[in-house]
């Protein structure tokens, strides 16, 4: 059971340029999460999503963008990449929302370190 | 929308001292969480404590809803207990608000 898998771990990108998060879970979880971490600061989320075909803004969206055709996958978009996108990412994902009991929790996969020079 | 403060946020103990690690939110909330990132960046869940008291080995937590704080305590500490220590509270829109974390750096 892989649980929440994303790609890459790292990577820098140039001023304008596009990439695509990858991230993957196999808990058949609904609910599914991007988080940045900016050093130094909690997580922030991006964008959320409570289903296939379903997504919808977090905190700081802008500059991003999302999409969720089944279950399993929720890429994560830059368009144009900017040094203010430099940041730590965290795919995530849950059974249940934000109110998750203490058998229910949050899965988080790895990271993925940007860096936009 | 709702404030998630902790403290302090840098903590240097040595191996075996106590501490305790305080998460206060401005808004009512039913449901907080405690996490630890390793310094490799890794996040686990600790704790889902919306109300009283819980404990796992060495750590417990106290969330005292009425007054709006968490407490997390953390007792005879190891060097793999490390890291930063981060509480979480859920908004109205079932989001995660995260606190900036406290940074726990244990001396062997």
């Known amino acids: 059971n892989a649980g929440v898998t994303q790609t890459p771990k790292f990577r820098i990108l140039k001023i304008g340029q596009s990439m695509t998060l990858q991230c993957t879970q196999d808990?058949?979880?609904?609910?599914m999460y991007w988080y940045r971490q900016d050093p130094g600061m909690g997580l922030k989320l991006i964008y959320y999503?409570?289903?296939?075909?379903?997504?919808d803004k977090g905190e700081v969206p802008n500059g991003y963008n999302v999409s969720r055709s089944t279950t399993e996958d929720f890429p994560l978009r830059l368009e144009l990449a900017a040094p203010s996108q430099t940041s730590v990412y965290f795919c995530?994902?849950?059974?249940?929302?934000?109110?998750?009991?203490?058998?229910?929790?949050?899965?988080f996969g790895s990271g993925t370190q940007l860096s936009v020079l | 929308g709702i404030q998630v403060e902790q403290s302090p946020p840098d903590l240097i103990l040595q191996e075996g001292a106590n501490s305790t690690l305080r998460c206060n939110f401005s808004?009512?909330?039913?449901?907080l969480q405690w996490f630890h990132q390793n310094p490799w960046g890794q996040l686990i869940n600790l704790f889902y404590?919306?109300?009283?008291?819980k404990q796992n080995g060495r750590l417990s937590a106290t969330t005292v809803a009425t007054e709006r704080y968490s407490l997390l305590y953390i007792s005879s500490s190891q060097t793999t207990d490390s890291g930063v220590y981060f509480c979480?509270?859920?908004?109205?829109?079932?989001?995660?608000?995260w606190g900036a974390g406290t940074k726990l750096i244990i001396k062997p």
């Open positions: 999503s409570v289903g296939a075909g379903i997504t």
């Open positions: 979480a509270v859920v908004n109205s829109n079932y989001q995660l608000i």
């Open positions: 808990m058949n979880h609904n609910y």
């Open positions: 995530a994902s849950s059974r249940y929302p934000g109110q998750m009991s203490a058998n229910e929790k949050l899965f």
């Open positions: 404590i919306p109300s009283g008291t």
């Open positions: 808004d009512s909330v039913n449901n």
